[in-house]
């Protein structure tokens, strides 16, 4: 079985050890290498300064026993973790307290000198090439030694990211020459490396007789190595990085079901930077057991991601993982755990972590007692839900398919004296631990990515990761009881690298590279975090007043969707239906109107069912101008370029997504408490469909589109008292309604043609379309067609909104027809299953008609939803070409209580509306 296959393979660990015993040191030749790199090995570490009083500390003080006599084994004797030996900084090393201004930001890599053959995939690598990716804010970093692959491809191909690729000496250079034609993608040769170091030193000596700010540490980066990733991470952050996306070359990006979206990794916006949430999941960790081998001392709680991501291999955990401690973790039940789904504000989160379909990252011994070790997937559902690393534990990361946000850009560093396989295992645990002061957290993601990784000799994996094995449940334990009173977080971090190498966990190169990656940060621009007060306890992991930002979200088949924390209550909590006020005003005047949004707060509700691509319009554009929090979109889509895109919208984009085959009749319920449970934040509702766009009307006949005219019309909401919004007395109606003209050339040309491209009518005031429903009062009833709850209608003396909604329904009559006929099966008026013969008598049926003649002999008279789809669908059935004609040179209205089909007028076009279209249209990364 697997588990013995386990025990097996972990004496053989332990034999293992007690052999490198006689042959270690504490300044051991190791190698540094990366998935691709294992075979180059760096050049030995630097020796270590090691004092008489350490040799005794480390030696027991003089006892036999070199470590306590708690933790040797009949067999072997474990790494200790106490301190062997006392930092010794050479003269001169000290860390920078200096913050640069932004005009030095890109000086570390300005032009080379052109003394020299300069490779021509380093042409591109100037300002004025450089400027096209400073605005895009999202870069991604890969270090390679083959050429161009899938897994690069992909990434170059992410609209709205720039990539930079490290290369080392044996990658091939001309291979890069096409792909640095793109104006997205820098190529780093070793040659330009090399070319870098000699100009930058020239510079600064020209200027100052010193050397130039970060090239200390780029002399420090080895070649054959995978820590040249770490040039990579200051090329992107200089050039105004505030996301990374720090992958390997053979990870490549997942399409979605429909096999052509491919979403990055993350969607960073200029306007709003991380001030939004993100949807996931919470695991409450109670405690962690201790096997009987340990002592008593309390141990830092390793986590297990893994089995809380829908693996199909059970008992399987990342590399990284404390091999003593997979018994506790195989012996959790994820059904039983306290797990709760809600959002998370992403200005908490530091690192994102996918996990990865084919051959994730998992140690050697996974991999040597695995069977199919290599054909291992993750829950990649439209449903599946990212995963919140609680807090008060550690977890292990990569450098394979993880993005990093601006605020723990300092952990990127990855350690240059410890081997490939555990260097980004000890960046992660290391950055997990500062992070813990300054509030930060690690996500752990569904995959985004399929991994192919080349041949390996596992038993080379396996001594490559010893440091896995032996040392990580000491490094946890040392990272949970260290602390540091240092007042800014450089230094923090600085004091914290002194200690792992204090202890063994590194050597000493990596205490001098990491001072010098910190001094070049600065150099560079980078702003480093405030750390927080932690002065009333040692450990801030034990701190009771700890709170996590998560809040727990109301939920759709198990999806949240986001509701809390709410702001339309009064100064005692209590909205207007629980306040036991009677009169609106009396309730206002006890709002606190200061610590809520200023701007009136609308929310948007939508069903929908395969509307492409009219539905990536709708949401791109709705997102743009009211922000995709405020979006709430029920699908039942079976196309799979819906729900791919939905999938962005909602993982990439912060839309609430909601998945449901809900039957239609079903729809109304769920509507309605969606509606009443978002009230409590946000000011308005509207429930619209995705042919229908909102804009503002400007009073003088026209439709304000821009995002300016939305959001002037909403803003001053909190301050001003007599705002046209805030003296409605209830729920009120949309003022205006602009309907498209369906044109039979563009429709010739591309049936799927987006909303800009149709003339629009002339607002009309309508007196019945859509409510506005009031968030302040109980809302009753929100029904399929979003209309005001008492279903008569409006007369304009009540409650009128300057809201506008242009209504794109009539476009082509192909799509009609498609959108007309599912809406029928989804009220089962007819079945999927129906001939066209069938679904004619079904419909005739329901309006008392014949199924002869029925264009000219049926009044189509009835009461029952969706009636104008039945109708229109009948008419198509019985006469084709004269519902067709109907369709694109009138439109069905009521003159006298009788249905009859007026011609269109001439229509136009909104520029503004269009310009805003084409723009929201544009910020789309798929």
Known sequence: SCFFKLVALLGLLVGYHVLLLFTRTSSQGLLSVSCDQKTHPQSAAAPDTITDEDKLEGEGKGTDNPVPPDIIGSTGQRFSGQKIRTFVPPEGSLLSSLESSASSASSLFQNVSTDEEVVESDRNIDSADISACRDKKQWAVVTTIHEPNPSIHSVANLRRWCLVIVGDTITPDGAYDELVTKDNVFYLSASYQNKLLSTNERNRKAATGQQMDGKAFLEMMPFKSFARKNIGYLFAISNGAQVIYDFDDDNVLLPLEDGE???????????????????????????????????????????????????????????????????????????????????????????????????????????????????????????????LVPSNTYTPYNAQATTHLYNAFWGLYLPISVPGRVTDIWRSYITERIMKDIGLHVVYTPPIVHHDRSAHDYLSDFAAERDLYDKTTKLLEFLDGWSSDASTLSERIYALWVGLYEHDYLGEQDVHAAREWLNTL????????????????????????????????????????????????????????????????????????????????????????????????????????????????????????????????????????????????????????????????????????????????????????????????????????????????????????????????????DIHSTPDNFPLNTPEDIDWFKAVFDSRQHIKRINLGGHNQSGHKMEKSEATTQFNIIHYHSRCIEIELENTRRVLERHNYISPADSDEQAKAKLAEKFKCSTEDVCNTCPFKAAFASIHKARLYLKWLDCEEQTKKEFYETYPAEVNGELVQMPFAEGTFNRALNDFLKESYERSDV
Request: glycine share 6%.
């Open 522 to 749: 600065i150099a560079i621009g980078y702003k480093f975090p405030d750390v927080r007060d932690n002065s009333n306890s040692s450990n801030p992991m034990s701190k009771s007043t700890t709170t996590s930002p998560f809040q727990v979200q109301p939920t759709v088949e198990g999806q949240p969707y986001r509701s809390f924390p709410y702001f339309n209550v009064d100064r005692d909590g209590k909205r207007f239906a629980e306040s036991g006020q009677k009169q609106l005003q009396d309730w206002l005047s006890n709002v606190d109107w200061e610590s809520r949004p200023q701007n009136a707060v609308v929310k948007l509700i939508l069903m929908t069912m395969d509307e492409w691509p009219l539905l990536k319009s709708w949401v791109m554009y709705h997102g743009k101008l009211l922000g995709y929090q405020n979006l709430y979109i029920i699908d039942s889509s079976t196309d799979t370029r819906c729900t791919s895109f939905l999938r962005y919208a909602r993982d990439i984009l912060g839309a609430n997504v909601l998945f449901s085959n809900a039957n239609l009749n079903e729809l109304e319920s769920l509507l309605t408490d969606i509606g009443q449970k978002v009230s409590g934040s946000s000011d308005f509702i509207l429930k619209v469909d995705t042919d229908e766009f909102l804009t503002v009307h400007d009073g003088n006949g026209n439709s304000d589109a821009t995002a300016s005219g939305v959001l002037e019309y909403l803003s001053g909401f909190a301050q001003n008292k007599t705002h046209p919004l805030r003296l409605l007395p209830g729920n009120a109606r949309v003022g205006y309604v602009q309907g498209s003209i369906p044109s039979e050339s563009v429709c010739e040309k």
């Open 261 to 387: 979206t491919v979403p990055p990794p993350f969607h960073f916006d200029n306007d709003i930077g991380f001030d939004r949430t993100m949807l996931l999941k919470s695991v409450e960790v109670v405690g962690t057991k201790n096997s009987e081998a340990e002592s008593d001392t309390p141990a830092a709680k390793p986590f297990n991601p893994y089995i809380f991501m829908g693996p199909s291999h059970n008992n399987s955990w990342p590399r990284g993982f404390p091999i003593d401690k997979l018994k506790d973790n195989f012996e959790t039940d994820v059904e039983q755990s306290n797990i709760d789904v809600g959002d998370f504000p992403l200005s908490s989160v530091g690192v994102i972590q996918s996990v990865c379909n084919g051959d994730p990252d998992t140690d050697a011994v996974f991999r040597m007692t695995r069977p199919d070790s290599t054909k291992f997937t993750f829950d990649h559902s439209a449903k599946a839900m990212p995963l």
